[in-house]
C-alpha cells in the first residue's frame, strides 16, 4: 500500500470588485463590468451616489439589481430620497437647474425605488477572509464626509474614529488612493487600510465635460487570499466627451 499522501489545499481567493459615485451614468457602469468581468469576481459592492444626477438614473438602478449589488447610501440617494423639494429654494441658475434635475429624477425612478435608497444603510459591515470591512460613501465617523487623497495621517485618524476595521472602502471624493493609517486605540495599536475606490459615472475628466476630453471611470479590486487582502486600482476609457 502506498502511504496516504497529504495535499496542499489550494489557497482561498475572494475577489471583490468596488465601486462608487456612478451618478446615474448607466454606461460608465457597463463599461466597468464589462471590463471586470474579465477577470472574474464575487460580488458588487458601492460606495454610494448611484442615480443622481446622471442621464440614466433607472438604467443604472436596473443593472445595480440585477447584479445584485451591495449598496451603501450617499449623499445623492439620501437628497432625492428624503428631501422635501418645496422647503428649497434656488438662488441662481445653476441651482435650479440642479433642483429640476433632482425633480426629474425623482419622476424617472418612482416612489417605491425612492423608498429602496431612502433604506439603504449608510455604513455596512463585511466579514472577508476573516477581517473586517467597512463599506461607507465618506467615513465611518460621518458617512456624508469625505476622505480625500490630500489628507494627512492624523486627519484620516479622526475620520475613522473609534473603528477597529481592517480595510474601509469609500468614496465620495472622487479621487481614488490607498492608505495605511496606523492608530492607538483601547486595547493596542490598530492598522486600518483606507481605500477610496474613486468614481464609476464622475471621475474628474467626466465630470469636467469638456470637448473632446477623454472620460474614464475609476473601479477597485479588493481581493483576499490566506496572505492578506490585496488592492488592485483601475481606470476604464470611456472614449471622449462630446
Request: proline share 6%; aromatic share 2%.
Amino acid at each position: 500500500m502506498h502511504p496516504k499522501r497529504h495535499l496542499a489545499r489550494p489557497p482561498r481567493t475572494v475577489r471583490l470588485l468596488c465601486l462608487s459615485d456612478i451618478h446615474g451614468h448607466a454606461d460608465a457602469l457597463s463599461a466597468v463590468l464589462a471590463t471586470a468581468e474579465r477577470r472574474g469576481y464575487r460580488r458588487v459592492l458601492v460606495a454610494g451616489d448611484l442615480c443622481f444626477p446622471g442621464p440614466d438614473p433607472m438604467a443604472t438602478w436596473r443593472r445595480l439589481r440585477q447584479i445584485n449589488a451591495v449598496c451603501v447610501q450617499g449623499v445623492g440617494d439620501r437628497a432625492i430620497s428624503t428631501v422635501d423639494l418645496d422647503t428649497l429654494r434656488a438662488r441662481d441658475d445653476h441651482e435650479r437647474e440642479r433642483l429640476q434635475r433632482l425633480r426629474d429624477v425623482r419622476a424617472e425612478l418612482g416612489d417605491a425605488i425612492l423608498a429602496e435608497l431612502a433604506k439603504l444603510p449608510r455604513v455596512m459591515r463585511l466579514t472577508l477572509g476573516g477581517r473586517q470591512l467597512i463599506l461607507v460613501h465618506g467615513c465611518p465617523v460621518d458617512p456624508t464626509e469625505p476622505m480625500t487623497h490630500e489628507m494627512d495621517e492624523a486627519t484620516l485618524e479622526v475620520m475613522l474614529g473609534d473603528e477597529p476595521a481592517d480595510l474601509v472602502l469609500c468614496g465620495a471624493s472622487h479621487v481614488p488612493f490607498d492608505r495605511v493609517v496606523r492608530r492607538k486605540l483601547e486595547g493596542g495599536g490598530v492598522v486600518t487600510r483606507v481605500v477610496n475606490v474613486g468614481s464609476v459615472g464622475e471621475a474628474p475628466t467626466l465630470a469636467s465635460e469638456k470637448a473632446g476630453e477623454p472620460r474614464y471611470a475609476h473601479a477597485t479590486f479588493v481581493e483576499s487570499t490566506d496572505g492578506g487582502i490585496k488592492v488592485e486600482q483601475f481606470v476604464v476609457p470611456l472614449g471622449h466627451a462630446a
